[in-house]
């Protein structure tokens, strides 16, 4: 379904470009299939659908987001801890 979703959004957005998507450089248009049988009238078969797309998309992002949060975690304490960069406390007891 997302795939389906995708190639739509696509395609809509090939046909709203002024310019065309020929004429964009370094754009590249994603073929789809329109078509729902061959030219000798047989039906195609259904496209392979990819189950648990979602899921499959929170299991490799989720945990790339919290190594890169642990990585800059520790970065920051690093340059912290060799004054290269320390915040400064504002007083406001002015």
């Known amino acids: 379904m997302a795939s389906a979703l995708f190639g739509r959004l696509v395609r809509l957005s090939a046909r709203a470009s002024p310019l065309g998507p020929s004429s964009a450089p ?6 789809s299939r329109s078509a729902v049988c061959s030219s000798s009238g047989a039906i195609l078969p259904k496209p392979k659908k990819t189950a648990f797309g979602l899921m499959r998309i929170a299991l490799v992002v ?3 987001l919290y190594v890169g949060t642990q990585i800059s975690k520790n970065f920051a304490a690093l340059l ?3 004054d290269i960069f320390v915040p400064e406390d504002d007083d406001d007891d002015d």
């Open 80 to 82: 912290e801890e060799h």
């Open 26 to 31: 370094g754009r590249t248009v994603t073929p």
């Open 62 to 64: 989720v945990p790339f």
